[in-house]
Structures are given as structure tokens and as C-alpha cells.
């Protein structure tokens, strides 16, 4: 099934410049890019996309280190794209991420593992409405 799914390069990507490579490997998978936009994130859309965590002690800092400097945000498409980008990305931790995936090859620990993703449809939709104006989609026929 087609999908999209949001992937951001966070403050640390950006600072290690990686952001091409990352989006190539996406590339290579199959992936295509939908959407591309180089955004400074807010509180309140933070407070809007972490609303499962406000709470939490954590927050404040992913907050800081997430708004420290501009984000490449992505929209990806294709078939079984959330699952895919999942794969390419590796888990949350990147001492727990296979060799290859993004995470262990680039980040550095939880809060600095270079990319978010979202994890399910539902999160995709509403972080593509946050981030994105209808007029930025744009509808591909066919991923390569």
C-alpha cells in the first residue's frame, strides 16, 4: 500500500552535515520525496507534536535541543513507507540501532539520533498538517 509518512533531520543532522546522505538512502529504498522544507519548529507546534510527552521531565530539553536550530522536514512516499523509513532509521536509541541504519551511523545517543520519524498513519497525517500547507504535497505517480 501507498503511504507517507514525515521524517525530520534534526539539529544534530544538520550540524554533522549529513542531511544529503540521508536523504539519498531514502532515495535508494524507493522512497520519494512529497515534501521538502527547511523549518525553524515553535513551542506550540512542539506542544502539539509531543503532546503524549508535555509532561514528562524529558520534554523541556527535547524541546531546546529539537528549536536549537532549523529542520529539514520531509514528506516520503511510498509502498509500506512507514515501515520502511522505521528500517532505514533504526530504533529510537542508536546504541540499540543495527550497523547501516541512520541511527547508529550517525547519531550519538536518545535525545541527539538525528532523525524523527513518525511511528504510525495517524502520526504522519498530523505532523504533515503541522508542517505542511495542502499546496506543499505533491502527489507523485510512481516512486522510482
Known amino acids: 500500500m501507498t503511504e507517507k509518512t ?4 534534526k539539529p544534530d543532522g544538520m550540524e554533522k552535515h549529513v542531511v544529503g546522505e540521508i536523504i539519498a538512502r531514502f532515495e535508494r529504498a524507493g522512497l520519494a520525496l512529497a515534501g521538502l522544507k527547511l523549518v525553524r519548529l515553535t ?41 520502511k523509513v522505521f528500517d532505514i532509521c533504526g530504533p529510537t536509541d542508536p546504541a540499540e540501532a543495527a ?18 520519524r513518525s511511528d504510525s498513519a495517524e502520526a504522519a497525517q498530523k505532523e504533515m498538517t503541522l ?7 505533491f502527489r507523485l505517480s510512481k516512486a522510482p
Open 6 to 9: 514525515v521524517v525530520l533531520i
Open 43 to 83: 513551542q506550540p507546534i512542539l506542544d502539539l507534536w509531543y503532546a503524549h510527552h508535555k509532561d514528562k521531565p524529558f520534554f523541556p530539553d527535547v524541546c531546546r535541543q529539537i528549536m536549537s536550530c532549523p529542520v529539514v522536514a520531509m514528506i516520503l512516499e511510498g509502498e509500506g513507507a512507514i515501515q
Open 99 to 116: 550497523p547501516g541504519t541512520i541511527r547508529k551511523d550517525f547519531g550519538t545517543d536518545k535525545p541527539r539520533n538525528v532523525v524523527h
Open 131 to 137: 508542517l505542511f500547507r495542502p499546496e506543499e504535497f
